[in-house]
């Protein structure tokens, strides 16, 4: 376990919309913020932002409603004992041999048959892996060590541009890799940290907080895109796969869970239908969610490319307390301007991550 007071290196798997090259700017945010310590991290994804703020000596609650995400932020926030308890178990782990089952069925290709998102030998690696797991008598912390441990290997390993709603017709050269499990990063911490999978409106009104920061799946303004594609329980199936273990019925050439098609796990804050006031369902939920949050301060990413028009969001953030900070970051380039808030508003053409910064009024 290392002992730093660098926030900066998290670990995570292949994320659309991880903030990781956002961290510094997040981190000096909430660093200007008087008597802030306890945050919520209340769409935590990779828990790369909840990893970073932890590391920094902040309590943190990391919330997300999915599954693999919840293992992530127990791992990182929840586990405690020490890498030598851990270490002879991932190493028993990495000694089993392959063997054929569901994973290798729907997700493994041979030499010539890619277009899966891993090769066959890792699939079978990860076939006697995953079962040994739920065999062992383990603390669910524990698991969760082991576990995020799995998928940061079969991240390393995979032929996937980043989801799993397609795959590549030639397998990548890291795909040739074998799967081979490490000790996660984790890091010293004095407990008080909290973990929940639930969704943000209960989640948020479920206590006060220093500091709430929100990073909602921002749907896509482009509308020609299905929405199928820009949503995250489709995009990751795979991993909530992984950690359910529960061979689930699959459907389409992706192999996704039926449970992931759009009927049945849309999030509203990716709903890119219009209510009868035409404003964005979206808008909608990202207003009732400002107004419900008990915190001192509200500091929320969005993206240039994300369905809410920036008006809109900052009318809603506006109504809601005192606009802070304004930041505007080139995301390929990495530059960071700061806006006023007064002018007037075109959209963006290009990828910009945005980050608003509220104190909330009473
Ligand atoms: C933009 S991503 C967050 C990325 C994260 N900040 C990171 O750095 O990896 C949005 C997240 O919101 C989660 N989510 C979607 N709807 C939610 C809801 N209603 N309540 C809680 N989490 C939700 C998704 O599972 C997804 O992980």
Sequence with gaps: MQHTSDGLSTQGIKYAGSKKKLLPYL?????????????????????????????????VTANDTADWSEVFAT???????????????????????????????HYGGKETDAKKPFRLKNMQKLDAIRAEIDRMPLAWPDKCVLLSSLMLALDKVDSTLGHFCSYLSRWSARSAGDLTLHLPHRFAHGGGHRVWKQDIFQAAARQNWDLAYFDPPYGSNNVKMPSSRVRYAAYYHFWTTLIRNDRPELFGAAARRTDSRDRQAGSVFEDFRRAPDGHLWALHALQKLLAQTQARYIMLSYSSAGSIAKEDL????????????????????NIMSEMSWTGKWTRDEKNYEYIFLIQKSA
């Design 314 to 333: 900052l009318d809603a953030l506006r109504q809601n307390g005192k606009l802070l900070k304004f930041l505007k970051i080139d995301y390929k380039k």
């Design 75 to 105: 791992c990182y926030l929840l586990s405690s004992r020490p890498d030598s308890f851990y270490a002879p178990l991932l190493a028993h782990l990495n000694s089993l041999p392959g063997q054929n089952g569901w994973f290798s069925r």
């Design 27 to 59: 981190l000096a945010l909430a660093a200007e913020l008087p008597g802030v310590q306890t945050v919520l991290d209340g769409f935590s994804g990779t828990t790369r932002v909840a990893q970073a703020l932890a590391r920094r000596g902040y309590t």
